[in-house]
């Protein structure tokens, strides 16, 4: 299927497929090419590669910027509040033992984390043709 509009009224977009959301999103979740599946997404630990090594896909487009951050402390913080609320309803602990298990595991969830959700931003950046990966620019008009 192909998307017969463009961004602007006499513009022709580079890119005409459909570029599906949710398969976008799932493959930066697993850290590969949000365009093909195949190639990795990262070069390093939160380095995103310039091209695709299986589809030759541009991948410098890219700007997560904070948002993968801002998800991850979202997510995690209320995951380790409840399970510090329940642990502490069951068993009555000193607040040093609580921090000396909660802060690791804080810790090491949000390291665990931070990389597919950053891959899951630039595929959602992808899909959404945002940031370059349209093929137009993000910078605005000069009148």
Excluded: N
């Excluded at 009224?9 to 599906?20: F, S, V, W, Y």
């Excluded at 959301?21 to 380095?47: D, N, Q, T, W």
């Excluded at 487009?61 to 380790?80: C, F, N, Q, T």
């Amino acid at each position: 299927m192909t998307i017969h509009s463009s961004s602007r009224p006499g513009e022709i977009a580079a890119d005409q497929t459909e570029r599906l959301l949710g398969h976008s999103i799932k493959r930066g979740l697993v850290c590969r090419c949000p365009a093909c599946g195949e190639g990795k997404l990262f070069r390093a630990y939160l380095k995103v590669a310039d091209r695709c090594e299986a589809c030759g896909e541009d991948l410098h487009h890219h700007r997560a910027d904070d948002l993968p951050a801002y998800l991850v402390i979202l997510i995690l913080g209320h995951v380790l509040v409840g399970g510090y609320m329940m642990t502490d309803m069951a068993f009555p602990l000193p607040a040093w033992v609580h921090f000396a298990i909660w802060a690791p595991i804080g810790v090491v969830a949000s390291l665990l984390c931070l990389q597919p959700i950053k891959g899951g931003v630039v595929g959602l950046q992808w899909a959404l043709r945002m940031h370059g990966f349209g093929g137009g620019s993000d910078d605005p008009e000069v009148v």
